[in-house]
């Protein structure tokens, strides 16, 4: 697939007194956007707004791709192969589960490709003093420190510190310089970060 050319988010402008819990503004608009439309009568189309991603994001989507079509797709496709081998396929466990894998993969490949067909991709600038997409954040609060990398809403995973710019502390944090501290509020309460770092 054809990569876009590589853009930078601008810095989010904060007005004076705007509280550091406010969430900032972000660029472009998130991919979860509701489609828009161009064109009038019969000639109207839906326009599907790409998906933003980082660099990193996009190569990890590209290697997933890889992996799953030239290496999971063969394999479980021989699964199959040999299960029917094995006669009554009513009966056949190994069959059936080979199956079911082969349907969530190729669920997940086309999932891949459409965004790699329709995406943008978007890094912090060079030496940003302030949060953005695709910065790597170090925030301390009363349990200690803890890193963060702002991502797309595609690409997010806790559990990995890959937080989406629509999370409660993503958005918090976008904007916010080193030494700021933010509000961030959940359905759990309220907790307070303090940013030491940004990358």
């Known amino acids: 697939p054809v990569t876009p050319k590589r853009t930078t988010a601008a810095a989010p402008a904060r007005p004076a007194g705007t509280p550091a819990s406010a969430p900032a503004p972000t660029s472009p ?10 064109g009038k009568g019969s ?36 699964r199959i192969r040999t299960a029917k081998e094995h006669g009554d396929l009513k009966e056949n466990a190994e069959y059936h589960a080979a199956r079911e894998e082969q349907s969530f993969l190729e669920g997940r490949v086309l999932a891949i490709e ?26 301390i609060d009363d349990f200690g420190e803890t890193a963060y990398t702002i991502v797309g809403t595609t690409e997010a995973n806790p559990a990995e510190g890959r937080i989406s710019t629509s999370s409660p502390v993503g958005a918090a ?27």
Do not use: C, F, W, Y
């Open 173 to 199: 944090l976008l904007g916010r310089a080193v030494g700021e501290e933010v509000v961030v509020r959940t359905p759990r309460g309220e907790s307070r970060l303090r940013i030491t770092a940004i990358e």
């Open 114 to 139: 459409a965004i790699l067909r329709n995406h943008v991709v978007v890094d912090a600038p060079a030496g940003a003093t302030t949060v953005h997409l695709g910065s790597k954040v170090t925030v």
């Open 43 to 78: 000639r109207q189309r839906v326009v599907i707004p790409p998906t933003v991603l980082t660099a990193d994001g996009l190569a990890r989507l590209q290697a997933e791709h890889e992996e799953l079509t030239r290496v999971r797709r063969p394999a479980v496709i021989q």
């Open 29 to 38: 608009r998130p991919a979860s956007a509701l489609p828009a439309t161009e």
